[in-house]
């Protein structure tokens, strides 16, 4: 019996890799606030206890843009090579 799948293996790699990317910035974003909070402790590491929590606040708005530039690329790759791969869930990362 052949399995025959409804997408590519190229689509597979992208998707490996735009998951790849976004367990990436959250554990970065975990640790700049695990960090930001521990610099908390004393008076003296404030101010730089504040920029770590703007940075893991800077990427927690790279979480959306992750997933709407996957959706983009998959749905372009979709269209050029004529596929209709699975659709996206709000299992998705």
């Known amino acids: 019996m052949e399995l025959t799948l409804p997408w590519t293996d190229d689509e597979l790699v992208l998707r490996n890799r735009y998951e790849t990317l976004s367990i990436v910035n959250d554990l970065l974003i ?38 709407l530039s996957r959706r983009i ?8 090579h004529g596929g209709s791969g699975p659709t996206e869930s709000s299992q998705d990362f």
Request: hydrophobic share 50%.
């Open 73 to 80: 690329h998959l749905r372009r790759h979709r269209q050029r």
């Open 30 to 67: 975990a640790v700049w606030f695990l960090v930001g909070s521990i610099l908390f402790f004393r008076e003296s590491t404030t101010y730089a206890g504040t920029w770590f929590f703007v940075v893991g606040s800077a990427q927690l708005m790279l979480r959306p843009s992750i997933r």
